[in-house]
């Protein structure tokens, strides 16, 4: 089969984890008979260098065309001082609105491999594990073009403390519609999972939490196989360090989705492995636009060092196998190469022990103890594309 695929390597380590990333596509086209034509974009830093904009009106032109877009990172020190909407950033939210890109998939597991880096002692791992095993495995499903980061806002012509305009807002609102789709995007996921959906919102104070489990009240009657259940995002924010297991999947808002994924990324290990998928409406052929790309951001002070780990985006563009184009064997091939390569010990900086030669992610490349070698992007991309290749 073909797909067309816009590629944004975007700042910092982004063109460094994004080019590896579709020499493993390439690999399993090859492997698997697709072709794979990539069309690449300028978004955020480099387009407002280019063109004034963090993201010109043909970007997104041409990543509608395209059938699914894999991003790398944007941003960056150079363009930190500028307006809001100027910012790089404002980028990521015009291409997720554009793209009409809803749910925000997320997950966050617990690799063997990766146990030493995790933060978490073992006992506290193992206490909410449903068999005993010092792991977790949890997807956090969030809302990703509506609620505060798209709501109404704004400055107040009232001066305070001698300032004017001495105020400021931003607002929280969902429709019944945007909250079902992402519910559903949830249930999906865990009829696939472990059948637990855990909504996590702020119901005791906001209204728009409170239509949250009014919907999802309503949208669990159609799962009945799934277990929903409630908690308050505070809460969760210590459920996920206190007892992490006890998760499958979380559904939840923008920020509160944002929040949480970045706690349960350290949870991993490293923001270095996790990646993301960013899905639409499906349409008729089961195919669904979507938009990939890895958890961790541009990461200028490891730019061009070749030190970045390239495995979130390589598995980023699993899922936009999975997902957008519903190759799941060809998923899974990725995947399996990735996991097979962390069981030969390689690790980059980020993801070596913490007890090892690599105890502060700088150790330099080369590095062995506890047979883990410390590698860079390219040696580790390397060794997926081979580990493909004996598949
Ligand atoms: C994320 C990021 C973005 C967000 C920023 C860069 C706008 O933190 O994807 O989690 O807040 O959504
Ligand atoms: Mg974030």
Redesign the pocket.
């Known amino acids: 089969m073909k797909f067309s695929v816009a590629v944004i390597p975007g700042d910092g380590i982004g063109p460094e984890v994004i080019a590896p990333s579709l020499e493993v596509l390439d690999a399993v086209g090859d492997k698997y008979g697709h072709i794979f034509n990539y069309v690449e974009l300028e978004a955020g830093g480099l387009a407002i260098d280019h063109s004034g904009e963090p993201l010109p009106q043909e970007t997104l032109e041409a990543a509608k065309q395209c059938d699914a877009l894999l991003l790398g990172a944007v ?1 960056g020190p150079k363009w930190d001082s500028l307006p809001g909407h100027m910012r790089p ?1 404002r980028a ?2 015009g291409l997720r609105a554009g793209l009409g890109v809803f749910a925000n998939l997320r997950p966050a597991a617990l690799l063997p491999q990766l146990k030493s880096a995790c933060p978490i002692k073992d006992e506290v791992l193992t206490a909410s594990n449903s068999e005993g095993k010092a792991a977790f495995d949890l997807l956090i499903v969030r809302e990703l073009t509506g609620g505060l ?1 798209f709501g109404k806002r704004g400055r107040l012509d009232e001066s305070s403390n001698g300032h004017s305009p001495g105020a400021a807002f931003d607002t929280e609102t969902y429709s019944w519609m945007e909250i079902e789709r992402v519910l559903r995007a949830g249930y999906e996921a865990a009829a696939v999972r472990r059948k637990k959906l855990c909504v996590v919102d702020k119901a005791n104070v906001l209204e728009s939490s409170r239509l949250w489990r009014e919907v999802a009240a309503e949208v669990s009657k159609d799962y009945p196989n799934i277990e929903t259940s409630y908690l308050y995002v505070d809460n969760a924010a210590m459920q996920l360090i206190r007892a992490p297991g006890q998760f499958d999947v979380i559904v939840t808002s923008n920020l509160f989705g ?1 929040i949480l ?1 970045d706690e349960a990324s350290v949870l991993t290990g490293s923001i270095g492995m996790l990646a993301s998928a960013s899905l639409g409406e499906k349409v008729q052929t089961g195919n669904r636009p979507g938009m990939y790309e890895p ?1 961790h ?1 541009s990461a200028p002070d490891i730019a061009g060092k070749d030190i970045a780990n390239p495995l979130a985006t390589i598995l980023s563009a699993a899922m936009m196998l999975r997902y957008s184009f519903v190759l799941e064997k060809e998923a899974v091939a990725i995947e399996t190469a990735v996991n097979n390569v962390l069981d030969q010990g390689l690790r980059t900086g980020d993801i070596a022990s913490r007890s090892g030669a690599a105890s502060d992610g700088a150790a330099s490349s080369g590095a062995v103890s506890n047979g883990e070698k410390i590698v860079g992007t390219r040696a580790m991309a390397d060794a997926v594309l081979k580990a493909l290749e004996k598949l």
Request: glycine letters at 22%; zero cysteines; hydrophobic letters at 35%.
């Open positions: 941003g950033e990521l939210l980061y944002d994924s958890i951001g």
